[in-house]
């Protein structure tokens, strides 16, 4: 499994991202919901005087009422669905970043920690020679027991090093499990071939791509549009829903001196129209006000952020990437070479088992610091992805591990 294929597997399989989507459904429903006009109603009404001294006299009627928005509210609401919408998508986007970013750091971290073990298998194989050379010297007398002990407890060290690195293996591949959606006793397989260490990009070209790719200060920018369709249904809303009703009667009623008008059947009418004299909605449109500049200063202050995110990444990786190179073209083949002298002098009993001990410890911890700079870089070079949001590009293209060119790093 590539970077590339863990990520996309993780997209598609992850849980807590699953559950997320459904974030656009619900704002999709709300969305309808916004578009719907309010129920109409049926009335009936009615008197009977067959309690008192007119039995005859009565009034029945039957009604039909209908609520109309004015003013646009309607409209107005769907308006700010619609921003819901697109900003419920925007979430998604931004949840598949962090995602994506999280994948490639475990996968990288257990990249180097094969290395690590890898590197300390190395070590004890070399520990074991000197140990038996010790013990055969020894047998001879030749060195004293100091030798083999010293020996013996350098391969001991190194033992309990690479067993404590298998555990943080272990620990970092299910967390990886985790994040693909599989369960802790699925077989794991990942490609081993460490990425490429290519030329950084131009800062400033960085910076632009991250102010065009990022989901959260596209959901910002959203927010400021929201607020302002919620300026506009907040001034739509000064006018209160209409109320339209046609209705039939039929009535009669009685003088007092026994004369009737007759059983009267007609038709009736009622409009009810709301008027804005002391409540016109000036505490919501003001509300509304407040929060578009708010909105607005929140871009603000996103864009600035977002800048100085992938400036920090940028120089952190470029710092690192020196310190990687610097290992890479001298310190490890300068501390391979000290310790082949230092083995070969103790082989031929012209130094002692410490000095050969010490060469062989000076160069594992070359090589342990060369790996731990290396996953230091590659964890801040997956954060200047992560700032810049190149991830939702790289999931929609194939690439080398998330790298778009470069060489390939020190085996």
């Known amino acids: 499994m590539t970077l590339e294929q863990a990520i996309r597997s993780a997209v598609q399989n992850n849980k807590d991202l699953q559950a997320a989507q459904y974030v656009v459904k619900i704002a999709r429903a709300r969305l309808m919901q916004a578009g719907l006009l309010p129920n109409p109603r049926l009335s009936f009404s009615g008197y009977d005087a067959i309690f008192t001294n007119e039995p005859d006299e009565y009034e029945l009627g039957a009604g039909f009422t209908q609520k109309f928005p004015v003013a646009g509210r309607i409209a107005r609401q769907k308006d700010v669905a619609r921003m819901d919408v697109a900003r419920a998508q925007e979430e998604i986007r931004n949840a598949k970043l962090k995602l994506s970013a999280q994948v490639a750091q475990i ?121 302002s369709a919620q ?24 003088f007092p001196n026994g004369l009737s008008t007759g059983i009267d059947v007609g038709p009736s009418f009622v409009l009810t129209i709301p008027l804005p004299l002391w409540n016109r909605n000036q505490g919501r449109i003001a509300e509304a006000v407040a929060l578009n500049q708010q909105s607005s200063a929140r871009v603000r202050a996103l864009t600035l952020r977002i800048r100085n995110e992938v400036a920090k990444a940028f120089f952190e ?43 062989q410890r000076q160069h594992g911890d070359q090589h342990i610091a060369y790996l731990n700079a290396l996953g230091q870089y590659l964890k801040s070079w997956v954060a200047l992805h992560r700032a810049v949001g190149d991830y939702l590009e790289f999931l929609g293209r194939s690439g080398n591990h998330g790298f778009r060119s470069g060489e390939r790093i020190h085996e």
């Open 107 to 227: 996968f990288y971290r257990i990249l180097i920690l094969n290395r690590q073990i890898f590197l300390r298998d190395q070590l004890m194989q070399v520990d074991r020679e000197l140990l038996d050379a010790s013990r055969n010297r020894f047998r001879a007398a030749e060195v004293s027991e100091l030798d083999v002990n010293t020996a013996q407890l350098e391969l001991e060290q190194l033992y309990q090093e690479r067993t404590l690195l298998k555990v943080q293996r272990s620990r970092s591949s299910i967390r990886l499990k985790q994040l693909l959606g599989q369960t802790f006793d699925k077989p794991l397989q990942l490609d081993k071939t460490l990425p490429p260490i290519p030329m950084l990009p131009d800062l400033e070209e960085e910076q632009r791509r991250a102010l065009k790719l990022r989901p959260d200060l596209r959901s910002a920018q959203l927010s400021v549009e929201r607020s």
């Open 231 to 254: 300026v506009g249904l907040a001034k739509a809303q000064r006018w209160e829903d209409w109320t339209a009703g046609l209705g039939v009667f039929s009535g009669q009623t009685v």
């Open 317 to 359: 990786t470029k710092r690192l990437q020196d310190t990687v190179d610097r290992y890479r073209n001298g310190l490890l083949k300068l501390s391979d070479r000290n310790m082949l002298l230092a083995q070969q002098a103790y082989m031929m009993g012209q130094t002692s088992i410490l000095t050969a001990v010490q060469a």
